[in-house]
């Protein structure tokens, strides 16, 4: 169970504000949808939250760590530990496959026998549940758009990560699979983990507890 508070955060590239005065709060067991128009910060915001970039000012507490007091190195092992991150266009190591893809956040955190049964009988779960067990073994260049983006999802999950952060995930999915992802965070919901997104979309805005504007002056609630 993780939970997370940001503080009048602020953003800015070559002394440039993209926001101002975030705050933002997280518990277990809500999805969060950040909405806004494209070039506000959307995926700043999430790749901040998620380690993988500091706010130019502004508190971050995740559980009992300050975030931004980390070094990337740091960032990079609470990541490995606790998020799950999910994007659009999910970078792949093109010549390795499908499931060897899934399995490199294995290789950042200590695993034992057992931790590693448990994982690949996720992966052979979400594999059937996301409809890509037929494409397991095949290269990722092979695939399709909409197939890279479910071996995104499955990778994202595999270390069993506490927060989710996923920046547009149904992007480039046709209603149904969208609708076997939402469904399946609902059930990660329930599991008590904390789902933060970034979404165009309506239907996963219906989904969400919480749904916020993110402005250059910072989030508006909207539901
Ligand atoms: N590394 C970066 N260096 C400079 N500008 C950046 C960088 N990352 C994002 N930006 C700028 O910050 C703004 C917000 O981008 P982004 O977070 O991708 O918005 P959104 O996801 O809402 O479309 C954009 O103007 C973008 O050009
Ligand atoms: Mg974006």
Known sequence: ?????LCN????????????????????GQIIAIRGKS?????TLLNIIAGLE???SGSYQLDDINMVEKNINELSRIRGEKIGYISQFSPMVPNLT????????????????????????????LSKLFEIQDLLHKKVNKLSGGE?????????????????????PTGSLDDETSSNILDYFHTLKLEGILIILATHSKMVSDHSDIVYNLTKDGLILEK
Request: hydrophobic residues 40%; proline residues 4%.
């Open 1 to 5: 169970m993780s939970q997370i508070q």
């Open 9 to 28: 955060i602020s953003k800015s590239f070559q002394g440039s504000f993209v926001f101002k005065n975030v705050d933002l709060k997280g518990e277990a």
């Open 39 to 43: 070039g506000v910060g959307k995926s």
């Open 54 to 56: 500091l706010p130019t």
């Open 98 to 125: 499908a499931f060897e893809n899934i399995c490199i956040p294995l290789l950042l955190i200590k695993q034992n026998d057992d931790v590693t049964d448990s994982r690949m009988k996720r992966i052979e779960e």
């Open 148 to 168: 890279i983006q479910r071996v995104g999802i499955i990778r994202s999950l595999v270390n069993e990560p506490s927060i989710i952060v996923a920046d547009e």
